[in-house]
């Protein structure tokens, strides 16, 4: 809104043509990292002690004993704090008609909204295992990944030139691989679902997940930079995509969303973010890997999601389900290591640091093509 | 195949006894006073089906001689040779059991076959016309119900009446869905009322032949050349599964027959497989038990008998199967029974028409335990056991007559007169009359159990209940051995899923006469199918039943030879779990004070070569339990290991053989532990205030707990 307010104000008086920085994307995205982390820090002591209060936590005591070595108590639903932050960076810091920030804020809106009905349910019946069931999150993600390849390949209302939007891009590879057409439909819907059930996975220690997305929305953050920039898509020999910087501003305000949040939920956490977390946090990834036409990226900046993913796939679908036994010690992956003897703490700081490197790997394939 | 010709092909023409009209004019004749009133009966697959249907339909005709008859069932089923036998003519539909689990070819042959025999018995209800549809469950009579309903809703065919009758204490799944489309449902257990809805169900009884019983005790006798003044046990199985009776009681012989007043009647069935004959394994089995001539002219063996009713009144006792059929006509004629009951027929209502019996205090229940004969799992009847119930109840006037008693009161003759009175209270009825009254008071249960539900029954709501401890509240409601029978079943599934819950629950319940069987599971290494194998699997009793059956082994806390050899072979399985889980049951088991088992100890070193942690840190346990101070020496490689909780079995087994006195040389040990890495990745947290809370909470509970 803040950008709206000043491109009027640029344009109506002549004397506040220093306000001319606002239309700056990197200006407005620092501001947004800024704003994302500032909400948290403001408001994040009193939404925890809301949530604690109204017994929105993990294992919920009843006049009981606590065990005091484990987290038991923690409160849940802390993805909240994160929506809010992102919400309140994205209407003040970008330009609120661009398509592409119109399809971000509906994914957000939808991912949140079946995040929280699963945690509440958890909440309100006392049981982990009374959330939405795993078909029904599939069958959430699956509708919003369909009318998103709707959107996204009718030409009318597609953010991205038409005859670019069905084509298939490579990570290296510097032309498209091939074009899908129709078919990229399904292939959208999957990579959707695929991505934010991934990063849903990795939702299992403090601060385990939210690290990585924030490296994994810092890349795509860049690649929106350098693709919605014609001269630099020019340079780097990638397709321009026009509209699509407004995507840079979107992704510093996540990021600095994400550090607010980490602030609160780094070891010991003081709140989990639950699935009104994890699950638009995914959601929001998959998007933005649709529509900088980056589906491959992610498998390399969040190869760890993918690990996960996989290690679960492979675990319990072919070890528990069908051959009676295990493959892996426990899965997803970082249980493992746990079962391993690894302290949380450094499994987690362990996981951060892969992370970061495969980030770096995703970042060279802007150059190595 | 059109259905003209199946019509013509499969239509037998009635026997002497049906009417002449309805054999020359089907169907054609208008609707009015001079039509004769035509009753369908269908129902079948099994025998246990259409017998109740036949002697409701010799009612019928015996009633009414001039009623037409017609019988529609499955092909190639029972109902096929049984209804011509008994003078009726039969159509022959297509149809087909609802298959069992997740097979979607099965499951479209199923509709495929069902569609096509509804439309079969439209044809058939079209061309009959029938004022009355009797069906007495089974798959059979799927398709005649399901296009009943169609003409019903397509309100075609609104003067037909729709009857049907349920034999067992658990209803059929065909039976469940036609409460929803008969308009009356009668019932041979009041227990099974539940099932139906209230407005339509009533208890009717099992509609029993009038032969039985109506055969005096000292004719029978006399036919049957007995004494008046003897004993007579009189036993035998169903066509299916009598392998176990027939074992049970040819092993019960030589202590029922040391007593010189008790006959035995022994009817052994026709089962001729492959895999049992019940003619030559008896009389193997008789061989082996060395009785002598007078004994032996006690035993009076048969293969079949026509007379089933005078065998009945002759008898003081039968030993049988919990079929509707044969319980009700046991039931009718007074005579104590031992019952035992074909495991897992569907809905287990051979268990369930059992423990109602039992309850009433009409009959006891003996259960098939399992065992593994030539690889298979076979049921088997406890001999002694059985010898024991029997002359129990023999020699207890009292209890005999209290039982017979019982008998006679749980069931009576009317069942017969009872439905077809129905039948025709039906046929002049408004539509709209209800029936007043719902089955008779619940009877008093002289075993003062409920049977819980289904559910709670299942394998893994018992695993559930019994991981959290003993529950033996629960055991006594649901019965000792009624459980571990359920338990056996899960053992015999096929589906490993089951299975693995199976052998967790012998674990639990430790049920130590089961370890045999555990340990033959153990030692089947029959592969997994090549698809499993190519994934990592490996045998058919897959890896988790196999780490399950040696923690099981571990819970029940047997430890003699069969045991230390499977768990010895365990050592090298090629699933990690069982290896560890195998070491770990050596720590546990192997007594400590006895000699130092080499063989044991070696392969559990080889262990320590193994990649996996877990895998180390057991065999390191284990070696430190069980070894001596040589051991020692062989732990010293594992002070540095990458993991610490490997390093810190070798801590735990150091502290054991210090424990035992193993180590000369404790100074020596003393200066090497300074070489043990205790660097460690891993830390328990610890949250003071946690702790505090706890403090103050426990001394508000010491308060309101004193005063």
Not at chain 2, 59 to 79: C, T
Not at chain 2, 150 to 170: D, G, I
Not at chain 2, 510 to 534: C, N, W
Not at chain 2, 612 to 641: H, T
């Amino acid at each position: 809104m803040i950008f709206h307010l000043v491109t009027y104000l640029f344009d109506t008086v002549d004397s506040l043509s220093f306000l001319r920085l606002f239309q700056y994307l990197s200006f407005r995205a620092i501001c947004a990292a800024l704003t994302g982390f500032g909400v948290t820090l403001l408001f994040g002591q009193r939404i925890i002690r809301l949530l604690y209060v109204n017994n929105v936590r993990d294992n919920p005591r009843t006049h009981g004993v606590t065990s005091s070595d484990s987290k038991a108590g923690t409160p849940l639903m802390g993805g909240l704090l994160i929506i809010a932050s992102i919400f309140a960076s994205v209407l003040l810091w970008s330009d609120l008609l661009n398509r592409f920030t119109i399809i971000f804020l509906l994914a957000l809106v939808w991912f949140s909204l079946f995040g929280f009905i699963d945690d509440y349910r958890k909440i309100r019946y006392r049981d982990s295992d009374r959330g939405l069931s795993q078909a029904t999150k599939l069958f959430f993600q699956a509708t919003f990944g369909l009318a998103f390849g709707l959107i996204f390949l009718v030409p009318g209302l597609s953010p991205v030139p038409a005859g670019i939007a069905s084509e298939l891009y490579l990570p290296f590879v510097k032309d498209p691989v091939l074009d899908l057409g129709w078919w990229y439909l399904p292939f959208i819907a999957f990579v959707v679902v695929a991505i934010a059930n991934a990063v849903n996975f990795a939702d299992g220690l403090d601060g385990l997940s939210i690290v990585p997305v924030s490296f994994t929305v810092v890349v795509y953050g860049v690649f929106a930079y350098v693709v919605g920039n014609a001269i630099y898509s020019g340079y780097l020999q990638f397709t321009y995509l026009p509209g699509s910087g407004e995507l840079t501003v979107i992704c510093a305000g996540v990021f600095g969303a994400c550090l607010g949040f980490l602030w609160y939920n780094a070891y010991p956490a003081q709140v989990f973010m639950g699935d009104v977390g994890a699950l638009p946090l995914g959601g929001i990834v998959g998007t933005l890997a649709v529509l900088l036409k980056q589906e491959f990226l992610f498998v390399i900046t969040g190869g760890i999601f993918v690990a996960m993913a996989f290690s679960v796939l492979v675990q319990e679908k072919i070890g528990i389900k069908w051959l009676g036994r295990r493959i892996f010690y426990m899965a997803p992956l970082h249980h493992a290591f746990q079962y391993r003897g690894l302290a949380e703490t450094k499994v987690v700081i362990r996981f951060w640091i892969i992370a970061g490197i495969l980030a770096i790997i995703g970042l060279s394939t802007l150059k190595i093509r | 195949m059109s259905q003209t010709t199946s019509q013509q092909d499969t239509e037998r023409q009635p026997g002497e006894a049906a009417p002449k009209v309805s054999a020359t004019t089907p169907g054609d004749a208008p609707a009015g006073t001079g039509r004769p009133l035509t009753y369908m009966f269908t129902g079948g697959g099994t025998g246990g089906h259409v017998y109740p249907a036949l002697a409701i339909a010799d009612e019928v005709r015996s009633r009414n001689p001039e009623a037409r008859i017609v019988y529609v069932g499955a092909r190639d089923r029972m109902e096929a040779t049984l209804v011509p036998k008994r003078g009726y003519p039969i159509h022959l539909v297509y149809a087909r059991g609802l298959p069992t689990g997740r097979r979607p070819f099965a499951l479209l042959r199923f509709a495929f076959c069902t569609g096509f025999g509804v439309l079969q018995s439209l044809f058939h209800l079209l061309r009959h016309r029938p004022r009355m549809i009797v069906a007495t469950g089974g798959y059979a009579s799927s398709p005649v119900l399901l296009a009943h309903w169609l003409l019903k809703s397509l309100r075609l065919s609104s003067s037909r009446r729709c009857f049907v009758h349920e034999q067992n204490a658990v209803p059929g799944k065909v039976n469940r869905l036609a409460g929803r489309i008969a308009d009356r449902i009668g019932v041979s257990f009041e227990a099974s009322l539940g099932y139906f809805p209230a407005e339509k169900a009533t208890w009717a009884g099992y509609p029993v032949r009038r032969e039985i019983g109506a055969v005096s005790r000292a004719d029978a006798r006399v036919s049957q050349g007995l004494p008046a003044g003897a004993k007579v046990v009189f036993a035998f199985g169903a066509s299916s599964g009598a392998r176990s009776i027939n074992r049970g009681v040819v092993d019960a012989l030589p202590r029922l027959l040391a007593r010189p007043d008790i006959h035995v009647i022994h009817v052994i069935g026709q089962t001729r497989s492959p895999d049992y004959n019940a003619e030559s394994d008896t009389r193997d089995r008789l061989d082996g038990l060395d009785l002598t001539d007078e004994p032996l002219s006690r035993y009076h063996q048969s293969d079949y008998s026509h007379e089933i009713e005078t065998l009945y009144a002759a008898s003081d006792l039968v030993i049988g199967r919990s079929s509707a059929g044969v319980v009700t006509e046991i039931g009718i004629c007074g005579i104590p029974s031992i019952l035992v009951p074909l495991p897992y027929a569907p809905g287990d209502h051979q268990a369930v028409n059992a423990r109602t019996l039992e309850s009433r205090g009409a009959a006891v229940v003996l259960y098939e335990s399992i065992s593994v004969e030539n690889g298979q799992t076979i049921g088997v009847v406890d001999g002694a056991r059985l010898a024991g119930m029997a002359l129990e109840m023999l020699d207890d006037p009292a209890r005999h007559d209290a039982m017979s008693r019982r008998a006679r009161e749980t069931f009576d003759r009317g069942g017969l007169d009872r439905i077809v009175d129905q039948l025709d209270q039906m046929l002049t009825e408004r539509p709209s009359d209800r029936v007043l009254s719902n089955g008779r008071p619940e009877e008093p249960d002289v075993t003062g159990r409920a049977v819980p539900p289904a559910s709670a029954l299942s394998p893994f709501a018992l695993v559930r209940r019994f991981a959290k401890g003993p529950d033996q509240a629960f055991i006594e409601s649901v019965g000792e051995d009624y459980l571990k029978y359920r338990v056996d079943g899960y053992l015999k599934s096929t589906a490993w899923q089951i299975r693995n819950e199976g052998v967790k629950l012998v674990g639990l319940l430790g049920y130590r006469d089961r370890l045999p069987f555990v340990l033959s599971l153990l030692r089947d290494k029959t592969p997994a199918p090549l698809l499993q194998r190519l994934f990592g699997g490996d045998y058919q009793q897959v890896g988790f039943i196999r780490r399950n059956a040696v923690t099981t082994i571990e819970q029940l806390g047997v430890y003699d030879e069969s045991v230390r050899t499977r768990l010895l072979d365990l050592l090298t399985d090629p699933y990690y779990e069982v290896r560890s889980a195998a070491a770990r049951a050596f720590a546990a088991l192997a007594p400590e004070t006895a000699d130092t088992d080499g063989e044991a100890l070696s392969g559990l070193r080889g262990l320590l070569r193994e990649s996996s942690f877990e895998i180390r840190s057991a065999a390191i346990l284990a070696l430190g339990r069980m070894g001596d101070g040589a051991v020692a020496e062989w732990l010293r490689p594992f002070y540095q290991d990458p993991n610490w909780k490997v390093r810190q079995a070798v801590i735990d087994a150091l502290t054991d053989l210090v424990r035992r006195n193993l180590i000369d040389d404790l100074d020596g040990l003393g200066e090497e532990l300074d070489g043990i890495l205790v660097t460690s990745n891993h830390f328990d947290p610890d949250f003071p205030i946690k702790r505090t809370l706890n403090r103050l909470t426990g001394m508000i509970r010491g308060h309101q707990e004193a005063p």
